[in-house]
């Protein structure tokens, strides 16, 4: 799991949050971030399905985007209205090792962190610390993906910034899907 950005008024939105925690998942808390938390809250929302190594980045993402909802309303929750929004950004990713699903995601008008992905047939880590890439054929589907906040490779060319709010998912044969994450989706989980 990994996530980049922050979450608006975060310490006043932990005590909500950690409310809506099962204790399962509440007792394996070791810190105090906002990324540990928001973590905590996926898993719950995910349940059993997340033991399943043949889970789809499907429903991967519908638990994604339900952890980003319930913490855009935290937020909303305890402010008054006499507070100025505090925006939230969340860059997510979380893999089981045979898939990847990865948000870039801010509710206010600047743009969040960074986000890229690259696809190339296989990826070579070189003695000097730089990324070498192998291009396979274009109609083949790529023998890797990289998701990473800043291009990593040599050449920074072939480098995608992920638009805002949408979320990636890459199956296990590396087929990417690309969508926007709406108000719509939002709205569905509550």
């Keep these: 799991f990994m996530h980049n950005g922050a979450v608006g008024r975060f310490l006043k939105v932990k005590r909500n949050l950690i409310s809506k925690l099962s204790n399962q998942v509440y007792y394996n808390i070791q810190g105090t971030t906002d990324s540990e938390h928001i973590f905590s809250l996926f898993l ?5 399905e997340g033991e399943d ?3 789809s980045p499907e429903t991967v993402k519908q638990a994604l985007v339900k952890t980003i909802h319930i913490i855009l309303k935290l937020v909303t929750m305890i402010e008054t209205p006499a507070d100025q929004h505090m925006y ?3 860059n997510l990713a979380v893999t089981n090792g045979n898939i990847v699903v990865s948000t870039r995601y801010r509710d206010g008008p600047e743009d969040p962190p960074s986000l890229y992905y690259h696809t190339f047939d296989r ?7 730089h990324v070498a890439t192998h291009p396979y054929k274009p109609y083949e589907i790529p023998g ?3 998701v990473s906040s800043e291009p990593i490779t040599e050449d920074p060319e072939g480098w995608t ?3 805002k709010n949408t979320v990636l998912m890459c ?3 590396n087929t990417l899907t690309i969508e ?9 989980h509550f």
Aim: glycine letters at 6%; a negative charge.
């Design 180 to 188: 926007r994450i709406t108000d719509v989706d939002l709205e569905k």
């Design 144 to 146: 890797a993906v990289i």
């Design 161 to 163: 910034l992920l638009e």
């Design 53 to 55: 190594p043949d889970i």
């Design 123 to 129: 990826y070579e880590l070189k003695s000097d610390g």
């Design 171 to 173: 199956q296990k044969d």
């Design 88 to 90: 939230s950004s969340l």
């Design 44 to 48: 719950d929302i995910l349940g059993k």
